[in-house]
């Protein structure tokens, strides 16, 4: 879009200013603290991008950043109330309509939505400005003598987190199939993001970066693919504070652009790089739930070769089934039965101590809250395992048939008196508990 903006006299121009006019009113009487240890004063920042000279650009700069109050949790945004935020939600919408009616006038190409007409003209013009916003504070890798504080001493990383937040929201706008055509763009503003010493500013180059791995096809990154997964995996080992999005990111894009390979070494690393980050902190609830969340699409992708893996997942997984909380059992479970479905575990030698520990886990289930739902997914993974290990799981399963405490999992996997355990039908008691949902 071009810097210029309408006449003087237009309706666009006079739309813009009564919108810039109002969010500008708004925001000077909204209190204002400056977060800890920020470096830019925020509402100073956002003023002049709302004054009576303001472009449509300063204006969709301004209403992405006030956008943004509503999904950061870092704080620095914090102080902008819910009410501003819709406002400048709204106000750009308002003018989204308006420029949509100028380009009907003009009989322009109007092959997107209405709402995305404006975000897709502004992104050619917006995105180079973040990316360079965003660099200017970054560590020069090929300077060994170059640190945090004197990449800060050239620019203010404040100001690096302000365009994080507003390349996210612009990123965020788009999704497919316009997104796609735009990678060119987003991706190398993307990349400068994770590339940030600033966790606030990796965090949303994170976000951004998932946001592309669903809405674009895998062709669409071109040459990008590895720049991508190498960014991800070095970025493993990130604070506690975007672990969650480094993890989200890693998987979308892995799963995307590696699904028709297995043996794919970008698998390999990755599931290696997470495996040897969460043995280092196995007792990190936040870290551990977190990957169990977003983790099955990268075992769906990985297949049979999960195999050469178990020696490193189960001992963690064995550990976890044992954990305080109901939400990690659930969710190591599930994992569980996923792996086993997708290699009907083989010879490996954790078979007999999974039996074990799945025992054990239902019994210590009888005092837990969550106990229906954890005992449904234990039933859920024995019946799997009767079924493809058949004499092996009876043999295994032996040793807990006298058990009083599992009396009921003895009924459910065994059908009462007239069933053998190679049977493979879930027996009636066994699917009562399975009615549990199994998310």
């Known amino acids: 879009m071009s810097e210029a903006p309408p006449s003087q006299t237009s309706p666009l121009r006079d ?37 009576t000279t303001t472009t449509v650009k300063d204006f969709a700069l301004a209403c992405a950043l006030l956008s943004s109050s509503s999904f950061d949790s870092s704080g620095v945004l914090s102080w902008i109330p819910g009410h501003l935020s819709a406002l400048a939600t709204s106000s750009f919408s308002e003018l989204s309509r308006a420029h949509l009616a100028e380009l009907s006038d003009r009989n322009r190409d109007l092959s997107a939505p209405p709402e995305k007409m404006l975000v897709l003209e502004l992104i050619p013009e917006v995105l180079p400005f973040l990316k ?13 003598s170059d640190e945090f504080s004197a990449a800060s001493a050239r620019a203010p990383v404040g100001f690096a987190i302000l365009a994080a937040f507003q390349f996210r929201w612009f990123v965020s706008q788009v999704d497919y199939p316009h997104l796609g055509k735009l990678c060119g763009l987003v991706i190398p503003c993307a ?20 946001h592309v791995g669903r809405n674009v096809d895998a062709a669409e990154l071109g040459g990008y693919a590895d ?43 990755m599931l290696n790089e997470m495996l040897s980050h969460l043995e280092r902190q196995p007792r990190n609830k936040e870290r551990r739930i977190t990957w169990l969340k977003y983790v099955d699409s990268l075992f769906n992708g990985v ?78 993974i024995l019946i799997l395992l009767q079924e493809s290990k058949g004499l092996h799981f009876k043999t295994a399963w032996d040793k807990h048939r006298s058990d009083p405490d599992l009396t009921t999992l003895n009924l459910s996997l065994c059908g009462g008196s007239n069933r053998n355990l190679d049977d493979t039908v879930p027996s009636e008691d066994c699917r009562q508990q399975l009615s549990v949902p199994v998310q």
């Open 227 to 269: 720049v991508i997964l190498d960014a991800c995996c070095q970025n493993t080992a990130s604070d506690d504070e975007i672990w969650h999005h480094v993890v989200e990111a890693s998987v979308v894009l892995v799963t995307l652009t590696q699904r028709s390979n297995p043996r794919s070494p970008w698998f390999e690393r």
């Open 15 to 51: 739309l813009l200013l009564r919108l810039s006019t109002g969010m500008a009113e708004s925001l000077a009487i909204v209190p204002y603290t400056p977060h800890r240890s920020f470096n830019v004063s925020v509402k100073a920042f956002l003023e002049p991008l709302l004054g």
């Open 132 to 144: 360079e916003r965003i660099r200017e504070s970054s560590i020069d890798k090929s300077d060994e």
């Open 303 to 380: 297949g049979l070769v999960l195999l050469a893996h178990f020696r490193r997942i189960f001992p963690l997984f064995f550990q976890w089934m044992h954990a305080d909380d109901n939400e990690t059992i659930i969710l190591v479970l599930k994992c569980t039965f996923i792996i086993l479905r997708l290699t009907w575990i083989r010879n490996s030698p954790v078979f007999s101590r999974l039996v074990d520990e799945l025992a054990l886990v239902h019994k210590e289930a009888a005092l837990r809250t969550a106990r229906e739902e954890i005992r449904a997914n234990i039933c859920q």
């Open 191 to 210: 990349l400068t993001a994770v590339d940030h010493w600033s966790p606030v500013v990796k965090g949303q180059g994170m976000i951004s970066l998932s």
